[in-house]
């Protein structure tokens, strides 16, 4: 059986295998398995709509807190925002601009300037989109517009660095 | 069963969380809070704090609350809704939830801490 | 036979981002990202993971412990490592592991075999098509990793090379699993059987 398994690969057909009882049984059962299996490939059944849920709920419960940055503003307390939450803000502000896409994100804090950060980014850009000085300078708008409205903080320095260009048809 | 009497500083604990839990979900801007692993609140088992006080164990991860001297300290771990400056976000929970422990609880608050987590992005 | 015919996957409503990108993101901690991830790659796993184990329980278990390795491990992982082959890698693992740790029944052959007649899984029921709950039910009775090469290849498209790595073996001999695989199937699926 495992020769007809070959002569099906190959789309083989020879005389023996033609007129043989036993291949053409064995043949007729791979085609059997073949349209079967393509039947398995489409299969319908989904993971649960929840499990993606559950699983974020995991991750989020033991997420790195990893390095805080000082909140300005508050009276009553201490106030700090995870950096990794700040960094996410960023490469989606980035993110937003056409063409452009956030890769990596770090931030450094001036020590002794409370509420000022450093923000060194790298970028992919798709070609075609444009100069890059003009998409780099609409990034810095967004970052700092980003900042302002969602974290409180105020970035005295932005490096901005392409690491990548995309042709067009693989975005 | 009694109750062992190191835990009844619990309650009060427990009742100051509640306070500040309830205060800082409904302050705006902020999505949800985020509960830690460690925490003196969640050591007091949810079923000794329903026996203790015939009441169901409230909602208070992600607030975590420490007694010293008869004055609390309280910490707030949270996710914003990226509506508002998370600086503002932080500033309001504290005087939301000094507010609401002043009129839930007779303990004082000696300082709220606030943790942002996570700052939601749109979808 | 079948080749190249990988598991469709729906539509990417994930910005299309590579998968580099993402895995360099969630490294620093970016929850979107890795959750672009989850939903990239979940339904191949747990689709693997339910043909592997024949329970949905079993496939849900799988797939959650496998993103939450995934994101333990990402700090550790190579930059260029292709995360879908880890994540593939993995779940291979997993499954044979949950199989492996069943308590064996009186039939040997059993301790392996997943209960792919559930009749009582409404997911199952929803298998109209007769030929495929004959492979099904046939895939059930192969050995454990038998069945993971032949699912890895048929359904998953993963490469020769590729599944070598992931049922720590060599190429050539996945090559003589999968014959005697596809042989065993199509026998077991003969209806006066």
């Known amino acids: 059986m495992e020769d007809v398994v070959d002569d099906l690969d190959a789309g083989r057909t020879d005389d023996h295998s033609r007129t043989c009882e036993h291949c053409a049984t064995a043949r007729r059962s791979l085609e059997n398995l073949m349209e079967a299996t393509a039947a398995l490939v489409a299969d319908p059944s989904e993971p649960p709509p929840t499990l993606l849920g559950r699983i974020m709920q995991a991750v989020r419960a033991e997420a790195r807190r990893g390095d805080v940055l000082a909140l300005e503003g508050a009276e009553l307390g201490p106030a700090d925002v995870s950096e990794v939450a700040v960094a996410a803000v960023l490469r989606f502000a980035a993110d937003s601009v056409e063409g452009v896409w956030a890769r990596s994100c770090h931030i450094t804090v001036e020590p002794g300037s409370a509420g000022t950060i450093a923000v060194a980014m790298t970028l992919s850009l798709r070609y075609g989109s444009g100069p890059a000085e003009g998409l780099l300078g609409e990034v810095r708008g967004r970052l700092a517009a980003a900042l302002a409205g969602q974290v409180g903080l105020h970035a005295h320095r932005v490096d901005l660095t392409i690491v990548d260009v995309w042709p067009e048809e693989e975005l | ?123 | 036979m079948v080749t190249g015919s990988a598991v469709a996957e729906a539509a990417p409503s994930d910005g299309g981002w590579d998968d580099a990108t993402l895995v360099g993101r969630a490294r620093e901690g970016d929850l979107r990202a890795f959750e672009a991830l989850v939903g990239r790659y979940q339904r191949r796993i747990y689709q693997l993971a339910w043909r592997m184990t024949g329970s949905s329980g079993d496939a849900e278990d799988v797939t959650q412990e496998v993103f939450l390795t995934l994101w333990r491990r990402l700090p550790e992982l190579r930059e260029d490592v292709a995360v879908v082959g880890w994540l593939y890698k993995t779940a291979t693992n997993r499954c044979l592991n949950v199989l492996r740790s069943r308590k064996p029944t009186a039939e040997v052959d059993e301790a392996t075999t997943p209960s792919h007649d559930a009749s009582d899984d409404p997911e199952r029921s929803a298998e109209s098509n007769e030929q495929m709950q004959a492979l099904a039910a046939a895939l059930g009775r192969l050995p454990a990793k038998q069945r993971a090469v032949w699912l890895l290849r048929e359904i998953h498209g993963r490469s020769y090379d590729e599944i070598a790595d992931l049922v720590d073996t060599t190429p050539q001999s996945v090559r003589g699993r999968l014959a005697r695989a596809r042989v065993q199937l199509a026998e077991m699926m003969q209806p006066w059987r």
């Open chain 2, 1 to 123: 069963m009694t109750t062992p009497l190191e835990n009844l500083g619990e309650v009060a604990d427990v009742h100051v969380a509640s306070a500040a839990a309830g205060a800082a979900r409904a302050t705006p801007g902020v999505e949800r809070l985020q509960p830690g692993l460690w925490g003196l609140v969640q050591q007091l088992s949810h079923e000794l704090w329903e026996r203790a006080t015939g009441e169901a164990y409230p909602d208070v991860a992600g607030v975590e609350v420490e007694m010293q001297d008869g004055v609390a300290l309280v910490d707030v771990t949270l996710a914003t809704d990226g509506t508002i400056p998370a600086g503002q976000v932080a500033a309001a929970v504290q005087r939301a939830v000094v507010d609401a422990v002043a009129a839930r609880t007779a303990v004082p608050v000696l300082s709220v801490a606030v943790h942002v987590c996570e700052i939601a992005l749109p979808r």
